[in-house]
């Protein structure tokens, strides 16, 4: 038993609380508040994080209020638990949050004036809800964080541009279909093994040998409908791309890294803890389906992705091919899959959030995100334009960063169970990366001499002035909090091995191929 994983959530509960009663005081205070909040969160995932590598089981639990009782040992009420894979999201999620948090300032004066008390009040719960669905031991309150974690995200994007409540609603009604499928499929579960705790619906299921129970596979089916929608997989995304583009620029800098890959580890929890592997993978015709779904999906947001005029939608179309690279390493069924699926998940939240910082900077200087007004860029802010392409180049899945690693094992993944076409469509996905950052890069870099003067015509056409060239870095409130981001995908893709050892103690329980599955 632990009470550190309490205080994950605790901290940025009692900073929302606080950020609502004194921010009517002072605004000021709110800032200072939600950075201090996020600081000790982190600390209290790092304990946790450290407490479950040294345990026995490798896990950490909590019931709230101690309730135990003979017939129910694992105890009665909400039970907070994280073992391996859940410590090191949850790590991410409150690291991301800390470094979002200290860049949020200048973005959340300028753009939500006034409104200060009432954001990072949503801002704090946001973090409760996401943080709240790692740790969470339970299927029903699960559905509850989701939903937390949903009702927040809308208000923080209805705070943005004029068309943000438009976005916002299509949010709301795909948001809404995805939490009640999921808590139908929830219903089913708890008719059919009389539980809501996640391990105990396992351990029922494998007990009674319930595999091909028609009930239990409407279940699955149910579940696995609805995070698919949350996460934003193909043809599902209509609600990302405009909430994430439309969104103030620190709720796409929180969001955008954060909401599909937690879903993400939504589905590996549900996958591997609650339904099991056997049922999972062997038992539905999902495990034979989803595969070809996933190359749909990452040709399309790639396609889509090349054509976009526009950093914030072009990012916003590269997550959903990244939810179809990690959805396809999960149902490839390989233990290298896995690896690389949830390797991915936690680079991937870096590399977006790299991207997102980098991202509002430029729209914070130049009041534009559209490719034609990028030119000269890496004149005027070259920590900033280093900072964001060292995220782009993760994501095109350059070595030492983190994201060649994660593709490392995806692509060793697809290749030992001969899934050629997901290795061929990763493949095609980093191509359109490599051409939609390159172009980025002529925009910014290749335009200008290092003197400001014009290179002459063609793809450089740009006729720039001195003073359009002229050194205006960003400030550094949010300067410093990019090259954080950015020295942490270096880091991760450095000391990889480290996650990776990880990973590989939390997936030994259940026996996943390693060779060749599919005949």
């Not at 169970?417 to 910014?444: A, D, G, P």
């Not at 335009?447 to 870095?473: M, P």
Request: hydrophobic share 50%.
């Amino acid at each position: 038993m632990s009470d550190s994983i309490v205080w994950i959530v605790l901290f940025p509960l009692i900073g929302a609380v606080a950020c609502a009663l004194l921010g009517s005081f002072s605004k000021k205070i709110c800032y200072p508040v939600s950075i201090i909040s996020m600081f000790f969160s982190v600390w209290a995932s790092i304990q946790t994080l450290m407490q479950a590598i040294d345990s026995s089981d490798h896990q950490v639990s909590y019931i709230l209020g101690g309730w135990t009782l003979d017939l129910f040992p694992r105890g009665v009420g909400i039970e907070f638990r994280a073992d391996l894979l859940g410590a090191l999201i949850t790590l991410v999620v409150t690291g991301v949050g800390l470094i979002v948090s200290m860049y949020s300032k200048v973005p959340v004066q300028r753009q939500t004036p006034g409104k200060e008390p009432m954001y990072y009040a949503l801002f704090l719960l946001q973090i409760v809800g996401l943080a709240g669905i790692t740790i969470t031991g339970d299927a029903f309150n699960l559905y509850v964080l989701i939903e937390v974690a949903a009702l927040t995200g809308y208000g923080l994007i209805a705070l943005g541009s004029n068309r943000a409540a438009a976005a916002t609603f299509n949010y709301v009604i795909l948001g809404t279909i995805g939490a009640s499928l999921y808590l139908l499929g929830v219903g089913y579960l708890y008719l059919k093994t009389g539980t809501l705790n996640m391990v105990g619906i396992r351990e029922v299921i494998e007990a009674n040998q319930m595999y091909d129970s028609p009930a239990m596979q409407v279940a699955f089916i149910l579940v696995l409908l609805g995070i698919l929608i949350k996460m934003a997989f193909f043809p599902f995304h209509a609600w990302l791309p405009k909430s994430y583009c439309h969104a103030p620029t620190t709720t796409s800098c929180l969001l955008a890294p954060l909401v599909t890959k937690v879903m993400i580890y939504v589905m590996i929890r549900m996958v591997l803890s609650v339904f099991g592997v056997e049922f999972s993978f062997e038992s539905t015709w999902w495990a034979e389906v989803l595969p070809w779904l996933v190359v749909v999906a990452i040709v399309c947001a790639a396609v889509m992705a090349l054509a976009q005029r526009e950093i914030k939608s072009m990012l916003a179309y590269l997550i959903v091919a990244e939810v179809g690279y990690m959805v396809g390493g999960v149902w490839i069924y390989n233990y290298f899959g896995l690896i690389g699926s949830i390797f991915h998940v936690i680079s991937d939240a870096c590399m977006t959030l790299c991207l997102f910082l980098g991202a509002g900077i430029i729209l914070e200087k130049c009041r534009t995100t559209h490719f034609d007004g990028l030119r000269g860029l890496f004149a005027k802010m070259p920590l900033t334009m280093i900072g964001f392409f060292i995220g782009g180049f993760s994501i095109i899945g350059l070595p030492p960063t983190c994201g060649f690693f994660s593709k490392w094992y995806l692509i060793t993944g697809g290749m030992v169970s001969e899934r050629w076409e997901y290795m061929v469509t990763l493949m095609f996905s980093t191509m359109v990366m490599v051409i939609l950052f390159f172009r980025l890069i002529e925009r910014m870099h290749l335009a200008v001499s290092e003197s400001g003067q014009n290179l002459g015509k063609g793809h450089g056409d740009l006729g720039l002035t001195e003073r359009q060239t002229r050194f205006d870095e960003a400030p550094l409130s949010m300067l410093i909090p990019l090259l954080l981001a950015a020295s942490v995908v270096l880091i991760v893709g450095v000391y990889n091995q480290e996650i990776v050892d990880q990973i590989e103690i939390f997936l030994q329980p259940f026996d996943l191929p390693t060779g060749v599955h599919y005949e």
